[in-house]
């Protein structure tokens, strides 16, 4: 059985300062992973995910993860965020041998503060 | 544009009314799903759609049926509203989920008073 882990529900940044998300995930099996961002009032849409090769993986809007296969984490980072970056993300894994189930996160709010 | 489209994005019911709410996808992808999303659980897979004509339980299934009407299209039914059921409802899509990853619809937000 997977689990996934968002380690912060809440994360309070000023604008122009890093930020990271944490997500931590536990599996029998090898998985694949990825990171979902919704704004306000909308669906979930794909920021990165991580299949094989380099363990940073950058996605869109300045975002980039690194996998950590003995710490079993995936944490989100962005090095400098802007209001428009305010949603909630949610961190989700999937299991390498197939099928069609994805495990997803609680969520991690992320609030950039002007 | 592309994508997922699902109907209706607001609805209000009493308890024990049923409803379906619809979703239909134009990106040909082989796969398709309904998610509740509650505060501080994250998404919860309620049923999936592996393929046109099969259909499977996911995570939480009781109080829901599905309908996979087409390649396009996949519905849910609540036939007895509860309160309990009371949450925003994404339906998703894709080519081959362990890879590639959904592509979501906008929402229905259920209120079941």
């Known amino acids: 059985a997977q689990s996934v882990t968002q380690l912060d529900s809440q994360v309070p940044v000023f604008e122009e300062a890093p930020v990271e998300l944490r997500c931590n995930y536990s599996?029998?099996?090898?998985?694949?992973l990825f990171w979902y961002v919704q704004y306000p009032n909308q669906g979930l849409q794909l920021l990165l995910k991580?299949?094989?090769?380099?363990?940073l993986v950058k996605g869109i809007n300045g975002f980039e993860a690194e996998f950590n296969k003995s710490q079993t984490s995936f944490h989100l980072r962005k090095p400098s965020v802007h209001i428009s970056d305010t949603a909630e993300y949610f961190c989700a894994v999937s299991e390498r041998t197939g099928g069609f189930k994805t495990i997803f996160g609680a969520g991690t709010r992320l609030f950039v503060k002007a | 544009n592309a994508g997922v489209t699902q109907t209706p994005k607001f609805q209000v019911l009493k308890t024990g009314q049923s409803m379906t709410l619809q979703c239909a996808q134009d990106m040909n992808h082989n796969s398709m799903y309904w998610y509740r999303q509650d505060p501080g659980m994250g998404l919860r897979l309620i049923y999936y759609?592996?393929?046109?004509?099969?259909?499977d339980k996911g995570e939480v299934p009781n109080g829901y049926n599905v309908s996979r009407l087409n390649k396009r299209e996949f519905s849910l039914r609540l036939e007895s509203a509860a309160p309990s059921q009371t949450s925003v409802y994404f339906c998703?899509?894709?080519?081959?989920?362990?890879?590639?990853?959904?592509?979501f619809g906008s929402g229905t937000r259920l209120t079941v008073v």
């Open positions: 998703a899509s894709s080519v081959r989920p362990s890879d590639y990853g959904y592509t």
């Open positions: 759609s592996a393929s046109e004509g099969t259909t």
């Open positions: 599996s029998s099996v090898s998985v694949y």
């Open positions: 991580y299949l094989s090769g380099s363990t």
